[in-house]
């Protein structure tokens, strides 16, 4: 059964050989993956969103987990293994509706990776993703460590953002 959506989803990930990375010149809409293992606050999140710009048009949160049962009375969206059908397309009419969408930055603060995550990463519309080096290469324009904790990953996306991007005051 995984070797149906296996294929399908290398196939996602060999088609962005030849994206190109656009760096956006305002942020208005921002789409933030976050691992619910990973311990993060409504403050933390907020300091992330006021990084990127203070006016936005919306700013969406996908919930992942490697265990369906931890997602339970989390807001939806969700994303766990069941996300993916055998033939490697995301089931769920709240991600669907969030792959519809075009966002300026994606970000992901992950710890596990697995199939379903990285085809719905594969299939966003984005300008430009931020993710960690654990996922695959041509998923994220902009690459950082693996990081366990929120304080040390926004130290580091906030480094690393402000060289990309200057002009951007923080």
Known sequence: MKFFAKRIVSKQLNALVHRTAFKPKSVRRLLFIHDIELGLTEAQFEQMCMLFSSEYDAIDRVH???????????PKPHLHPQSLDWRGRIVGE???????????????????ISL???????QL???FKIGPSTMDSQLNDLVLSPKNDFGSFFSDLKKYFI?????ERI
């Open 64 to 74: 992942y987990s490697n265990n369906k049962k931890m997602l339970e009375g989390v």
């Open 94 to 112: 709240d991600l669907k509706f969030v792959l519809e969408k075009n966002y300026d930055i994606v970000i992901h603060f992950i710890d596990h």
């Open 116 to 122: 379903p995550l990285q085809s719905f990463s594969a």
């Open 125 to 127: 519309n984005a300008h």
């Open 163 to 167: 060289k990309i991007n200057p002009n």
